[in-house]
């Protein structure tokens, strides 16, 4: 996944630290925003899963360290949900003037309660996505119950979360009483999809139905069974990023790609791998894929492997190269189904191949041609499955020229 390395200012002038992560040609068809959890990062795990999963769509996506956080500039300590909130609102500016406005907000835990409350003023948010984000603010103030004292008597006081120890200011707790979030639900006014799990032992499910019974039309609720708060299994933000990318194709009206209107100018596939792992994303025809390996051989398995999309060439041609035959002869064929498998054999080992040493490839094809055909004419159609268009390519003489981009 292609990404960009931003920072923009917040209300103080303070640089905070972004990346756009970018579909795979870079030409974005809409704009999202993504808010990270309490004391998290933008590059936490789970986040780059999603914004993968929405890169996959087109969408591309701004997510970015709140101020005093990651690599962002800032006292921690001197910030407040109300600067959080602040942050989002510059980080929307900074889209806008620079890309484009983002259409989407994506806010997880807090960050999914500071994109409830930013919503109304990022006028070119259409949809917002909460993932297992509070229905008010006391819930943050009661996990700082054992600081409150020390908070209330010294003006501030040191917490440790997952770790790391940051410092909490009187300030920031009086700012949670003064934030109106059942006002900010209600009078949301855009699709609201709400992720939460049921088994989330930091903020409990109950939050996600009130924050439902609150929103208006039109919302939907997807439950992530036994995820928890962070989202730490991959599986889990791999589902998350997969439903909240088609939400977000039908809510932000983004059209499929027609597979007609092709750029005869350049009409080349793309591919692209990034700096870890092997997942691979295509691009071919305005169509978005993914390639992969398998995890035994340190891939992701996250999509088919190079080998599987040849087969699939050869297995899609063959059954399109079927039904245009029938169809034109009129016979009664159903459906074609062709099942194929790739596999090195020792040439020595084909009586039928020229070359006689070292391995060569073997591709098994079989083809289940369902109808009432009788015996003639399924030889017939046997026959012209060796005549597919991907079929002849594979076994005549290709030539490959390779250069590098200047």
């Given at each position: ?303 088919p492997t190079p080998y599987d999309y040849l087969l699939a060439a050869l297995g899609a041609c063959t059954s399109m190269t079927l039904r245009m035959v029938a169809d034109r002869k009129g016979l009664a064929l159903d459906s074609i189904v062709v099942r194929l498998k790739h596999q090195k054999i020792h040439a020595e ?58």
């Amino acid at each position: 996944m292609p990404f960009l390395k931003l920072s923009f200012k917040n209300e103080n002038g303070e640089h905070l630290a972004a990346r756009l992560d970018l579909p795979a040609d870079e030409k974005p068809v809409a704009y999202a925003m993504f808010a990270h959890c309490f004391t998290c990062t933008k590059n936490l795990n789970a986040v780059v899963n999603i914004n993968r999963a929405l890169a996959k769509e087109g969408i591309a996506t701004l997510r970015f360290d709140f101020t005093g956080l990651g690599e962002s500039e800032g006292d921690f300590s001197h910030t407040s949900f109300s600067s959080n909130v602040s942050d989002l609102i510059a980080a929307a500016d900074f889209l806008r003037q620079e890309f484009d406005a983002p259409k989407l907000l994506i806010g997880h835990s807090l960050g999914g309660a500071a994109v409830l409350q930013a919503a109304k003023y990022i006028p070119s948010s259409i949809a917002v996505a909460t993932l297992g984000a509070p229905s008010n603010l006391t819930h943050l103030a009661r996990y700082l119950k054992p600081q409150q004292n020390a908070i209330a008597t010294g003006g501030e006081a040191e917490i440790t979360l997952a770790g790391k120890t940051f410092k909490i200011k009187k300030q920031s707790l009086d700012d949670l009483d003064l934030i109106p979030m059942q006002e900010a639900i209600q009078n949301l006014n855009k699709a609201l999809l709400i992720f939460h799990s049921p088994v989330d032992s930091i903020v409990g499910i109950e939050n996600a139905a009130e924050i439902f019974q609150l929103a208006r039309h039109p919302k939907s609720f997807i439950s992530l069974d036994r995820a928890d708060h962070l989202l730490s299994n991959r599986e889990d933000s791999l589902y998350v990023g997969s439903v909240l990318a088609a939400w977000a194709r039908k809510y932000l009206e983004i059209s499929p790609p027609a597979s007609v209107a092709r750029d005869l100018t350049d009409n080349r596939v793309m591919t692209r791998t990034g700096r870890r792992g092997y997942q691979t994303e295509i691009v071919a025809s305005g169509h978005r894929l993914l390639a992969d390996e398998p995890i035994a051989v340190g891939g992701s398995d996250t999509g088919p492997t190079p080998y599987d999309y040849l087969l699939a060439a050869l297995g899609a041609c063959t059954s399109m190269t079927l039904r245009m035959v029938a169809d034109r002869k009129g016979l009664a064929l159903d459906s074609i189904v062709v099942r194929l498998k790739h596999q090195k054999i020792h040439a020595e080992d084909c009586q039928s191949c020229e070359t006689k040493s070292g391995k060569i490839d073997s591709i098994e094809r079989e083809i289940e041609l369902e109808g009432p055909l009788d015996r003639e004419q399924r030889q017939r159609l046997l026959e012209i499955a060796d005549r597919c268009p991907v079929h002849r390519t594979l076994r005549s003489e290709i030539i490959v020229n390779s250069k590098l981009k200047e």
